[in-house]
Nanobody, 127 residues
Framework: QVQLVESGGGLVQAGGSLRLSCAASGRTFSNWGMGWFRQAPGKERTFVAGITWNGGRTRYADSVKGRFTISRDNAKNTAYLQMNSLKPEDTAVYVC????????????????????WGQGTQVTVSS
């Protein structure tokens, strides 16, 4: 019942910035908690950042804390991931995810906690 489409990935030099967008379909965007995950070649998909349905709480992986910022604009049905000070180890396919959230008090970090996924967008950071 929700469709997610990511955009904004690309090739960037180390130290540069990118902003990823996740556009959600439908009129119930405000009822979904949102998350960003990433998967590097040969590695498991891991949590990057998450945000509650009302934007009141955010959570970040230790590896990106202080460099990445997750946000959302419910009026535009869009979630964002601002990535600054990018490192080669940030290279991965970044995937947007959504979960139903009626209370907005929890930001889970496991893939099994999210029900809907986008197609992913490639982020490549060169040295």
């Amino acid at each position: 019942q929700v469709q997610l489409v990511e955009s904004g990935g690309g090739l960037v030099q180390a130290g540069g910035s990118l902003r990823l967008s996740c556009a959600a379909s439908g009129r119930t965007f405000s009822n979904w908690g949102m998350g960003w995950f990433r998967q590097a070649p040969g590695k498991e998909r891991t949590f990057v950042a998450g945000i509650t349905w009302n934007g009141g709480r955010t959570r970040y992986a230790d590896s990106v804390k202080g460099r990445f910022t997750i946000s959302r604009d419910n009026a535009k049905n869009t979630a964002y991931l601002q990535m600054n000070s990018l490192k080669p180890e940030d290279t991965a396919v970044y995937v947007c995810a959504a979960r139903p959230a009626l209370y907005g008090t929890v930001v889970p970090t496991t893939t099994g906690s999210y029900d809907y996924w986008g197609q992913g967008t490639q982020v490549t950071v060169s040295s």
